[in-house]
């Protein structure tokens, strides 16, 4: 079974990467940018059949490593 | 006094606080992470560097390495731990110092001398500096941005546990001094309890008028009486 998981900083907490590819972007005549918050990507495999079992498998990842939960926020998603 | 320095793939400070803790008299030994035990000690320090190259954050990896656990437990015990740059943000990572070191503001690595101002002089680690004292200190990171939470912040300002905080040579503290984007200009905090000091500058770097100036040696004094 196999998930994705990206890792981004919190809403309050400032992105300076986010914010300068951002701002490259709109120099390069993107303008109906909004906004840009730059992140992690992670693509997890497991032995393991049940999917609930599983997603907590991967949840656990997030809490004790993948992600600083001070600072970070994760998603998680089947693929 | 006992010290022990935890080294980790990647430490590049530890023989200099090596240096520096035995220059002031320690009883030191390197450990290394892989070890399960650690030797009797009175200080444990968690040295500067890139363990494990920065990989997923700043310290993340060896704050889950081995030897991290029984840091832990000593901590807990009491014992006084000292994290000096990288070594701050894994103590932070640990959860043993609350709080996150981000990105400097300006994205840059910023290598320099900078003023910072001595805010609590009454721990183990700076009762032989005055109150307000500013020292010259050498910062070198890339992470050294200081976030933490609103209630965090307030109980780090109402139990007094902010140790320094980045200002001019005037020692004013503004946003024009504060190199990194560290939230109220923070350099150095402590945990609850005053036995874990985490903080950016390297005051192993500032013992030796030969290479730089003394400001730094002042906390390693501190802590061998």
Same mark, same amino acid.
């Given at each position: 079974?196999?998930?994705?998981?990206?890792?981004?900083?919190?809403?309050?907490?400032?992105?300076?990467?986010?914010?300068?590819?951002?701002?490259?972007?709109?120099?390069?005549?993107?303008?109906?940018?909004?906004?840009?918050?730059?992140?992690? !990507?992670?693509?997890?495999?497991?032995?393991?059949?049940?999917?609930?079992?599983?997603?907590?498998?991967?949840?656990?990842?997030?809490?004790?490593?993948?992600?600083?939960?001070?600072?970070?926020? !994760?998603?998680?998603?089947?693929? | 006094?006992?010290?022990?320095?935890?080294?980790?793939?990647?430490?590049?400070?530890?023989?200099?606080?090596?240096?520096?803790?035995? =220059?002031?008299?320690?009883?030191?030994?390197?450990?290394?992470? =892989?070890?399960?035990?650690?030797?009797?000690?009175?200080?444990?320090?968690?040295?500067? &560097?890139?363990?494990?190259?920065?990989?997923?954050?700043?310290?993340?990896?060896?704050?889950?390495?081995?030897?991290?656990?029984?840091?832990?437990?000593?901590?807990?015990?009491?014992?006084?731990?000292?994290?000096?740059?990288?070594?701050?943000?894994?103590?932070?990572?640990?959860?043993?110092?609350?709080?996150?070191?981000?990105?400097?503001?300006?994205?840059?690595?910023?290598?320099?001398?900078?003023?910072?101002?001595?805010?609590?002089?009454?721990?183990?680690?700076?009762?032989?500096?005055?109150?307000?004292?500013?020292?010259?200190?050498?910062?070198?990171?890339?992470?050294?941005?200081?976030?933490?939470?609103?209630?965090?912040?307030?109980?780090?300002?109402?139990?007094?546990?902010?140790?320094?905080?980045?200002?001019?040579?005037?020692?004013?503290?503004?946003?024009?001094?504060?190199?990194? &984007?560290?939230?109220?200009?923070?350099?150095?905090?402590?945990?609850?309890?005053?036995?874990?000091? &985490?903080?950016?500058?390297?005051?192993?770097?500032?013992?030796?008028?030969?290479?730089?100036? =003394?400001?730094?040696?002042?906390?390693?004094?501190?802590?061998?009486?």
């Amino acid at each position: 079974m196999k998930f994705s998981v990206t890792v981004t900083l919190k809403k309050d907490v400032l992105d300076p990467q986010g914010k300068v590819v951002q701002n490259t972007l709109q120099n390069l005549g993107m303008d109906n940018l909004k906004s840009i918050r730059q992140g992690k !990507y992670f693509e997890i495999e497991l032995n393991e059949n049940n999917q609930n079992d599983a997603e907590k498998k991967v949840e656990d990842m997030c809490k004790k490593l993948l992600a600083n939960l001070i600072i970070e926020d !994760y998603k998680v998603t089947k693929i | 006094m006992k010290s022990s320095v935890i080294v980790f793939p990647g430490s590049n400070c530890d023989r200099d606080i090596a240096v520096a803790l035995e =220059k002031m008299q320690f009883k030191n030994q390197m450990v290394w992470h =892989k070890e399960t035990k650690l030797p009797k000690s009175d200080l444990i320090v968690v040295p500067g &560097g890139f363990s494990y190259g920065d990989y997923l954050r700043s310290g993340a990896i060896a704050g889950k390495s081995l030897i991290i656990n029984e840091v832990v437990k000593a901590a807990n015990d009491g014992c006084l731990i000292l994290g000096i740059c990288n070594g701050f943000q894994i103590l932070t990572e640990t959860g043993l110092l609350k709080g996150a070191l981000l990105r400097n503001e300006n994205l840059k690595f910023i290598n320099k001398d900078v003023n910072i101002k001595v805010i609590n002089n009454t721990t183990k680690f700076t009762k032989k500096y005055k109150k307000n004292q500013i020292l010259k200190i050498n910062i070198a990171h890339n992470e050294g941005n200081f976030f933490t939470d609103p209630s965090h912040l307030q109980e780090l300002n109402k139990e007094n546990l902010i140790a320094f905080k980045y200002c001019d040579e005037n020692g004013e503290i503004s946003k024009k001094s504060n190199p990194n &984007g560290s939230m109220e200009n923070i350099a150095g905090i402590y945990n609850l309890k005053k036995n874990i000091l &985490g903080m950016m500058p390297h005051p192993e770097r500032m013992v030796d008028e030969l290479i730089s100036n =003394k400001d730094g040696i002042n906390l390693f004094s501190s802590l061998i009486n």
